[in-house]
């Protein structure tokens, strides 16, 4: 798939989690969302994979580079293996096929009084969808049924309000097709008149006036709400900082980190009071081994800055070569500069970052020489971090003069111990209704001990213990089915014999 079009489809839907992050500050998202006690961007997060469920041919297998894509652009961390049940389940339930926290998007616009709310989340809807029907595979039955569904999203935005959603499903379709596509689209028309979503979109738009209506009245809680005590944003910080702190392992990069912090909150204080001091820069190399969390807690620094007030957003951008070398001359920064754009005030997070420095051509060199420029240009509201093998980052900080200055702050993940690797095999099973007998736990921690021992230099740490417990789903599913043992007992329980055989679980 087009590199270039996954990174604007992940700069829209990250822009849109921003949005949902914000109205959760305000104390807007828990009035609207009905859907879970959890945040908006979860539940925005549920609803576009609905619709891409909903969209995908149920009988075809979701194939890997439409999972890579899913992944890239939302977040997920679904694979062949388990993204197959999640769908089943979202196509059983007895949902409307079409958006059910659209009618609640309705009332935030309501709340914010532009009535742009509910198109924007059409127009992303629409997006991510786009780009899976680009990928390989996308058939007539997906494509007419994509189109269906975003007029059904369009129409009820444009009923609720007197605002048209500028979206055309047929906008990427090539011309050759189009005719076909329209024509398509007219028959499911009349096959398919979609009865009972077009009742509850007549139910939900009534519902929808009168809940603003309601909420009009006491409007003046949104003032108070964007006027939060500074009490309740420590209350949001320390929340942030109890996930750092609850992480499996990683002792000494926890310790680094709150050092960290504190010295970019006293520099905060020192520019509120015209105190003269030169502050030590937010960038910061992450040197470690693959799955030993850089990401997660790259992540987490975001949020705990916005909470702070270093940061103005707190949003996070990862990125890779791809996504900031390009093809031709001129090209390169262009790529480099929009990835900055869009990171601007989070966290821009830089995934093998060695590779830039590591090739062949002077694209690679030309993206680190723009990204220096655009990390002093943007020091004040820009974390940048970038990754990688330690070895290999030696190299990339001495690639330009300017990096080893620009990155002040190097943390180093160590790998897991065997025990470690026992606490996050035990969450997955946990997570997951599996009951373990210590006979199996002190098998997997043997198991654990003699891979360490053993572990080459790109160990995979946490995702080893992933891939080790997917092999054990899977193989205890081979045996419950072969011996046709279905009870609920059997199906939440793991054997000594589902253990899987030595190296089916490293990559």
């Given at each position: 798939?087009?590199?270039?079009?996954?990174?604007?489809?992940?700069?829209?839907?990250?822009?849109?989690?921003n949005?949902?992050d914000d109205?959760?500050?305000?104390?807007?998202?828990?009035?609207?969302?009905?859907?879970?006690?959890?945040p908006?961007?979860?539940?925005?997060?549920?609803?576009?994979?609905?619709?891409?469920?909903?969209v995908i041919?149920?009988?075809?297998?979701?194939?890997?580079?439409?999972?890579?894509?899913?992944?890239?652009?939302?977040g997920?961390d679904?694979?062949?293996?388990?993204?197959?049940?999640?769908?089943?389940?979202?196509?059983?339930?007895?949902?409307?096929?079409?958006?059910?926290?659209?009618?609640?998007?309705?009332?935030?616009?309501?709340?914010?009084?532009?009535?742009?709310?509910?198109?924007?989340?059409?127009?992303?809807?629409?997006?991510?969808?786009?780009?899976?029907?680009?990928?390989?595979?996308?058939?007539?039955?997906?494509?007419?049924?994509?189109?269906?569904?975003?007029?059904?999203?369009s129409?009820?935005?444009?009923?609720?309000?007197?605002?048209?959603?500028?979206?055309?499903?047929?906008?990427?379709?090539?011309?050759?097709?189009?005719?076909?596509?329209?024509?398509?689209?007219?028959?499911?028309?009349?096959?398919?008149?979609?009865?009972?979503?077009?009742?509850?979109?007549?139910?939900?738009?009534?519902?929808?006036?009168?809940?603003?209506?309601?909420?009009?009245?006491?409007?003046?809680?949104?003032v108070?709400?964007?006027?939060?005590?500074?009490?309740?944003m420590?209350?949001?910080?320390?929340?942030?900082?109890?996930?750092?702190?609850?992480?499996?392992?990683?002792?000494?990069?926890?310790?680094?980190?709150?050092?960290?912090?504190?010295?970019?909150?006293?520099?905060?204080?020192?520019?509120?009071?015209?105190?003269?001091?030169?502050?030590?820069g937010?960038?910061?190399?992450?040197?470690?081994?693959?799955?030993?969390?850089?990401?997660?807690?790259?992540?987490?620094?975001?949020?705990?800055?916005h909470?702070?007030?270093i940061?103005?957003?707190?949003?996070?951008?990862?990125v890779?070569?791809?996504?900031?070398?390009?093809?031709?001359?001129?090209?390169t920064?262009?790529?480099?500069?929009?990835?900055?754009?869009?990171?601007?005030?989070?966290?821009?997070?830089?995934?093998?970052?060695?590779?830039?420095?590591?090739?062949?051509?002077?694209?690679?060199?030309?993206?680190?020489d723009?990204?220096?420029?655009?990390?002093?240009?943007?020091?004040?509201?820009?974390?940048?971090?970038?990754?990688?093998?330690?070895?290999?980052?030696?190299?990339?900080?001495?690639?330009?003069?300017?990096?080893?200055?620009?990155?002040?702050?190097?943390?180093?993940?160590?790998?897991?111990?065997?025990?470690?690797?026992?606490?996050?095999?035990?969450?997955?099973?946990?997570?997951?209704?599996?009951?373990?007998?210590?006979?199996?736990?002190?098998?997997?921690?043997?198991?654990?001990?003699?891979?360490?021992?053993?572990?080459?230099?790109?160990?995979?740490?946490?995702?080893?213990?992933r891939?080790?417990?997917?092999?054990?789903?899977?193989?205890?599913?081979?045996?419950?089915?072969?011996?046709?043992?279905?009870?609920?007992?059997?199906?939440?329980?793991?054997?000594?014999?589902?253990?899987?055989?030595?190296?089916?679980w490293?990559?």
């Open positions: 798939m087009n590199t270039e079009f996954v990174s604007q489809v992940k700069g829209v839907v990250h822009s849109f989690y949005i949902a109205l959760d500050r305000r104390g807007i998202g828990k009035q609207i969302n009905k859907i879970s006690d959890g908006l961007r979860e539940a925005i997060r549920a609803e576009i994979l609905l619709f891409i469920f909903k041919d149920p009988d075809q297998l979701v194939s890997e580079e439409r999972i890579e894509y899913i992944n890239d652009c939302l997920t679904f694979t062949q293996f388990n993204i197959e049940p999640v769908r089943k389940k979202a196509l059983d339930e007895s949902l409307p096929q079409i958006s059910v926290l659209l009618p609640a998007f309705m009332i935030i616009d309501g709340h914010l009084g532009n009535n742009d709310f509910s198109s924007a989340y059409v127009r992303t809807v629409s997006f991510v969808t786009i780009g899976l029907l680009n990928s390989k595979g996308a058939s007539l039955k997906e494509t007419v049924n994509y189109c269906r569904r975003i007029r059904l999203y129409e009820l935005v444009e009923r609720g309000f007197d605002c048209k959603p500028e979206i055309d499903p047929y906008k990427h379709i090539d011309d050759d097709n189009k005719p076909i596509i329209e024509a398509m689209v007219k028959i499911d028309e009349k096959i398919n008149p979609y009865k009972e979503e077009r009742k509850y979109l007549e139910s939900a738009v009534e519902i929808v006036r009168k809940t603003i209506e309601a909420e009009r009245k006491t409007d003046s809680h949104i108070k709400e964007n006027n939060r005590k500074p009490e309740m420590k209350k949001n910080c320390i929340s942030s900082i109890d996930r750092l702190d609850s992480l499996i392992g990683l002792k000494s990069v926890k310790k680094q980190i709150h050092m960290i912090l504190n010295v970019q909150v006293v520099n905060k204080k020192c520019v509120e009071y015209k105190i003269d001091r030169q502050p030590i937010m960038h910061m190399i992450f040197s470690g081994n693959p799955g030993t969390g850089k990401t997660t807690v790259a992540r987490l620094i975001g949020e705990i800055y909470d702070e007030g940061l103005s957003k707190g949003q996070f951008i990862e890779s070569r791809a996504d900031l070398v390009g093809k031709y001359v001129g090209h920064a262009q790529m480099v500069k929009k990835a900055v754009e869009d990171a601007k005030g989070g966290v821009l997070f830089i995934d093998e970052a060695y590779s830039l420095s590591n090739s062949e051509d002077d694209f690679g060199r030309e993206a680190i723009t990204l220096v420029k655009e990390m002093e240009d943007n020091r004040d509201d820009l974390v940048v971090i970038a990754t990688g093998y330690p070895a290999l980052m030696q190299d990339f900080m001495y690639s330009n003069p300017g990096l080893r200055s620009r990155f002040p702050i190097t943390v180093e993940f160590p790998d897991y111990s065997a025990e470690e690797l026992l606490q996050i095999f035990k969450t997955f099973c946990s997570e997951n209704s599996f009951s373990v007998s210590p006979e199996v736990i002190y098998k997997v921690k043997m198991i654990f001990r003699s891979e360490i021992a053993r572990k080459k230099s790109n160990f995979g740490n946490a995702r080893m213990v891939n080790f417990y997917e092999k054990m789903v899977m193989k205890q599913a081979t045996r419950l089915v072969g011996e046709n043992t279905l009870e609920v007992d059997d199906i939440t329980e793991f054997l000594a014999e589902d253990l899987p055989d030595r190296g089916l490293e990559r």
